[in-house]
Nanobody
Framework: VQLQAFGGGLVQAGGSLRLSCAGS????????EGWFRQAPGKEREFVAA????????YYEDTVKGRFTISRDNAKETVYLQMNSLKPEDTAVYYC?????????????????WGQGTQVTVSS
């Protein structure tokens, strides 16, 4: 199983980025997908998640209204559109897959993880 995240980069505050995470080696449409992030010196935190069908989405409070998670099961890819970025969004962003999450925001519920992509927002 492999999850490959890409799309990170350097952007000014107020700008936008779209992260993508491509899955392989798993039945992608059977898994809920999540995005987590980890800033230097901080613990990994939940950002957003989407159910296997895409019908339900979940967001951490500080990104609601700015970030949008979506998925294309035919392409086995999940996306995170990030708008109105702030310096505090700077972190390594990880995608993850969970077959039957009981707590969608709990990193321990996710079986597979991507390698992470760096997002840096300058002020």
């Amino acid at each position: 199983v492999q999850l490959q995240a890409f799309g990170g980069g350097l952007v000014q505050a107020g700008g936008s980025l779209r992260l993508s995470c491509a899955g392989s080696g798993l039945t992608f449409s059977n898994y809920a997908e999540g995005w987590f992030r980890q800033a230097p010196g901080k613990e990994r935190e939940f950002v957003a998640a989407i159910s296997w069908s895409g019908s339900s989405t979940y967001y951490e409070d500080t990104v609601k209204g700015r970030f949008t998670i979506s998925r294309d099961n035919a392409k086995e890819t999940v996306y995170l559109q990030m708008n109105s970025l702030k310096p505090e969004d700077t972190a390594v962003y990880y995608c993850a897959a969970s077959h039957t999450p009981r707590r969608i925001g709990d990193a321990g519920e996710y079986e597979y993880w991507g390698q992470g992509t760096q997002v840096t927002v300058s002020s």
